[in-house]
């Protein structure tokens, strides 16, 4: 069975620091990788996903994964981040015909 | 374009009550998905619906819930009767699932609390 892991439970930056959300996966066959985001009070929306080709992928408002397929890993990163990004941020795995596994979360706190 | 929409986004029943919970997926999107987060915990997966035929209910914790799509449009998650272990949040998650453009637009989610 697929299971996914976030390194961290919860992260506290400054602002303009830089991010690394750890997310390792377990599957041995063929993934698509996401990562998902809830800011306070809303739903969880779309970040980033990986399907295939180049392995450094961006998303939205700066966000950027790399999938290392050596190391299972998909690690979400910005190299600046904003009070605006404190929320929770879920990686998640997919196999082909199976369903959406995900992380158990990792929340992220920005200070002014 | 409406999103998923979910109602209630709280309910706070008695342990032995029966609750539903129900979801309104995007226009067109035949996959429909639920899932809930205890405690904190990572978003697990309870089941699927294709249409209104249940693909994978493999999820589900007991016979305590029942979920159904008549009609292949909304569904509803019925727990009955609610224990104090169904506390969390509960998602519900719609996709085309066409395999180059596979990802899941949730609703804003139910939060449970089993007293």
């Known amino acids: 069975a697929q299971s996914v892991s976030q390194h961290n439970h919860h992260v506290i930056l400054s602002e303009a620091a830089s991010l690394e959300l750890g997310c390792n996966y377990s599957y041995g066959g063929t993934v698509n990788l996401f990562w998902y985001v809830q800011y306070p009070g809303q739903h969880l929306q779309l970040l980033l996903k990986y399907f295939s080709g180049d392995p450094l992928v961006k998303g939205i408002k700066g966000f950027e994964a790399e999938f290392i397929k050596s190391k299972f890993s998909f690690n979400l990163r910005k190299p600046s981040v904003q009070w605006s990004d404190t929320a929770e941020y879920f990686c998640?795995?997919?196999?082909?015909?199976?369903?959406?596994?995900f992380g158990p979360g990792t929340r992220l706190s920005v200070l002014p | 374009e409406a999103g998923v929409t979910q109602f209630p986004s709280h309910s706070v029943i008695e342990k032995g009550q029966t609750v539903t919970l129900r979801c309104d997926p995007i226009s067109g999107h035949d996959n429909l998905y639920w899932y809930r987060r205890v405690m904190g915990k990572e978003i697990k997966f309870l089941l699927h619906f294709v249409k209104e035929s249940k693909q994978d209910e493999s999820g589900m914790p007991n016979n305590r819930f029942l979920a159904e799509r008549t009609g292949g449009t909304y569904s509803t998650l019925k727990v009955q009767p609610a224990e104090l272990e169904d506390s969390g949040v509960y998602f519900c998650a719609s996709s085309q699932r066409a395999r180059d453009d596979e990802k899941l637009f949730f609703g804003s989610g139910t939060q449970l609390s089993v007293l």
């Open positions: 998640a795995v997919m196999a082909y015909g199976q369903n959406f596994v």
